[in-house]
């Protein structure tokens, strides 16, 4: 089993869609959880951190259920330049050694 | 947060050659970090560069075919050693924040090998 598993994707949705990914990690110890985007060609930009407590930052909104050892984002109202590979990241211990999962590609038409 | 220039951007090299992929750092970092993404594929972990010490390598990975130097705190390489084409691919170096925050990432390297 993959260490980190996302949505394989593709997701094609229309602009002001609601669109959700979800992310699942193995190991019970990690300990820091992240949303990454990669626009094609580039490097991969943190997108958000993830907390127990969920967090939203304007149209996106990222929670992390420890329980059942997954991660989620949401967006909301989807701009075309939300098209883009969705990363999700864990680290384990007490440093930045981080996991990725496979990625998501969301294509947003208009 | 922390400013990387990797280089080169991108090389096309022959088979059996080795390239050395520079990191530098706009300031000092405990930890780096050397990813591989292959065509369509996500980053894949090859080592974590400490200074002082010698790298640390992750499964499928040795320093034979990817030595890695780390001269200090804002500096590392990786080379690539006796390519062949499955080594195609782009590389990434990276440094954390601090604990438990979010990676950096310099531009990558893309590499094809003929």
């Known amino acids: 089993r993959k260490e980190v598993e996302q949505d394989p994707g593709p997701f094609n949705v229309p602009e002001g869609a609601t669109v959700a990914f979800n992310c699942t990690y193995s190991?019970?110890?990690?300990?820091?959880f992240f949303w990454y985007r990669q626009d094609c060609r580039k490097e991969p930009k943190l997108l958000m951190s993830?907390?127990?407590s969920g967090n939203e930052d304007g149209r996106f909104t990222a929670q992390l259920n420890r329980a059942s050892q997954y991660i989620s984002l949401l967006i909301r109202d989807s701009k075309l330049s939300d098209s883009a590979t969705y990363l999700c990241?864990?680290?384990?211990?007490?440093?930045?050694?981080?996991?990725f999962g496979a990625g998501t590609r969301l294509a947003v038409h208009p | 947060s922390a400013v990387i220039s990797q280089k080169p951007s991108r090389d096309i090299c022959q088979r059996g050659t080795s390239l050395t992929i520079q990191c530098q750092v706009d300031?000092?970092?405990?930890?780096m970090f050397w990813y591989r993404q292959q065509p369509g594929q996500s980053l894949t972990l090859i080592a974590t560069?400490?200074?002082?010490?010698?790298?640390?390598?992750e499964s499928g990975f040795v320093i034979d075919k990817f030595p890695i130097s780390r001269p200090n705190l804002t500096f590392s390489t990786l080379t690539v050693s006796n390519m062949s084409p499955e080594d195609s691919s782009i590389y990434l170096c990276?440094?954390?924040?601090?604990?438990?925050?979010?990676?950096?990432f310099g531009q990558g390297t893309r590499l094809t090998v003929v």
């Open positions: 990276s440094v954390d924040g601090g604990l438990n925050t979010e990676a950096f």
């Open positions: 300031s000092q970092v405990t930890m």
């Open positions: 190991n019970s110890a990690s300990q820091s």
């Open positions: 990241a864990v680290t384990l211990g007490g440093y930045n050694k981080l996991i």
């Open positions: 560069a400490n200074q002082g010490s010698e790298a640390t390598y």
């Open positions: 993830v907390y127990s």
